[in-house]
């Protein structure tokens, strides 16, 4: 038996929540944004007669302001979006136990064996539930029904604001194939770029591929859009009361001035290390690769990853391999916007321990686990702050190298 799956998303969300307080400006250009002071200073999210313009998403102040002059700005509200995600999703959960969100303002409602309970039509129970929501909360919704959740996504973005597209057994051929590739879950822009230069850029194509192909290419996910491609998905959806395992842990940061030194990408690196690095004691993990992503003052992003001798949570550690990935992405006195770095293929700590005697470098390592256990504990008696590892402590700048 198929499953019923929907995939609800709310029409510009910050926008339409902001709009309730705003009404006059409903049918004005207007954007949610950040400071327009700041280097945190893009857009957010935008409403309808905004997006006639072209303003998009993520793209600077500066630029939407350029193809809409006289576009009206609004500071965000994060805790009232957070206030109403949780109303929108208890809604959803009179629907089905089965609701995933998927960020602030998306979920997938798995009602398979709920639809009974109201009236069996499930493009019938997608239009209410549009109507529900304007009515009760003031919100538009997009809904996709389909047999699974990537399909149910597509239709959610096929059309908008405000609409119900069914993608089902008997129509997602015509339907998806012709889509840009890029429209499908997850195939972001790096994805997006490898597949153009095989001749790919519809869905279709991609589903035409051979898997061994896609897998050569692209890795395990190579295979995974394979499958999302040719309606293989069987990606279930999980209750957001149900914990799902820790897959990777990072943290990254916008600098307020451009890097241009290695001191100043050593520290950088470093404090974003002795995050990751404490987050992972938190959680008993131990991470077996890390990732560095750069970012430029142009916004574009570069990556590296690598695989650890042996699994670690120690600060030093992570902060060595990162630079190490750095090195392979930048020279100074380029500058860089912004860093992450994260902890990736992640074991627990009893499989750790394991692994760690196996290649363990002996008393140097014990040192530096006591070490930064004793810091961990400061940190709880006396707070996040009361103590830093040494190289996270930015020293005198250097001038940038020729």
Known sequence: MDRIILHCDLNCFY???????????????MAVCGDPQSRHGIILAKNEPAKKFGVQTAETIWQAKKKCPDLVLLPPHHDLYREYSRKVNAIYDEYTDLVEPFGIDESWLDVTHTLHLFGGDARALADALRERMKRQLGLTLSVGVSFNKVFAKLGSDYKKPDATTVISRENWNELVWPLPVGDLLYVGGAARKLLKQYGITTIGQL????????????????????????????????????????????????????????????????????????????????????????RDPQFHDRSRQ???AAPTHLIRDLTDAAMELLYELWKPPSPIRALTVTAIHLVQEGEAYEQVDLFSSGPGKEKQEKLEGAMEQIRKKFGADAIVFGAARPEKEEDPLP
């Open 15 to 29: 926008a339409s929540v902001e709009l309730l307080s705003h009404p006059d400006l409903r049918d004005v250009p």
């Open 207 to 294: 589903a035409a591929c051979k898997p061994e192909m896609l897998e050569t290419l692209m890795g395990k996910m190579g295979t995974q859009l394979y499958d999302y491609a040719n309606g293989l998905d069987r990606d279930p959806v999980r209750s957001r009361y149900d914990t799902e395992p820790v897959k990777s842990v990072g943290n990254g940061t916008t600098f307020p001035q451009n890097l241009t030194t290695r001191e100043q990408v050593h520290a950088g690196i470093a404090v974003l290390a002795d995050s990751v690095a404490s987050r992972l004691r938190h959680a008993g993990l131990y991470a077996g690769g890390v990732q560095v992503t750069v």
């Open 306 to 308: 690598r695989q650890l």
